[in-house]
């Protein structure tokens, strides 16, 4: 049974409102669970110290940029619903939207890396906040206008 179309954006929004939970729970849980949150995490972000977020002395599960990214990929899929008809100009146009979404974290690591700027906390947590929005509209556009299969696979 296919899911309509109107709620696949929520669908989106649950799962990744629950990521952003996860990554914000190492503060408020036992050491056994938090052990387990930074590990689940670790396979995706550097989880570095000094560019991570503390909370009464405990680090989140993942750092400032990839804060911004799992906060924007929440808020965008909370968002496309009430784009209308703008919600499927971004389906139709992802490689600009994601072009347009990377360019400034893009440009706030690299020049970085080339000594050219010096990101900050809030530079690195509004670049990954725009990446997620970007990202978190085209996916929550995708699941809602890709086209779907409806017969089964072959076996």
């Known amino acids: 049974m296919a ?13 990744t409102g629950l990521l952003l939970l996860l990554i914000s729970l190492p503060p408020f849980v036992p050491p056994s669970i938090r052990a387990l949150l ?3 995490f670790a ?9 991570s977020f503390w909370i009464d002395g405990v680090q989140l599960a993942v750092c400032q940029r990839c804060y911004g990214i799992y906060t924007g990929l929440f ?3 909370l968002l496309l619903p009430l784009l209308g008809d703008g919600a499927r100009w971004i389906y139709r146009r992802a490689p600009l939207v994601l072009s347009g979404a990377l360019l400034p974290p893009a440009l706030d690591w690299g020049l970085q890396l080339v000594h050219l700027w010096h990101n900050t906390p809030l530079t690195r947590t ?8 970007g990202a978190g509209l085209l996916l929550a556009a995708t699941l809602r206008y890709a086209p779907r299969k409806t017969q089964p696979c072959p076996a």
């Open 3 to 15: 899911l309509q179309s109107s709620r696949v954006p929520l669908l989106a929004a649950g799962v």
């Open 38 to 40: 930074m590990a689940a």
């Open 43 to 51: 396979p995706v972000c550097h989880q570095l110290p000094d560019r």
């Open 75 to 77: 808020l965008g899929s």
């Open 126 to 133: 509004l670049t990954g906040l725009w990446f997620g929005l």
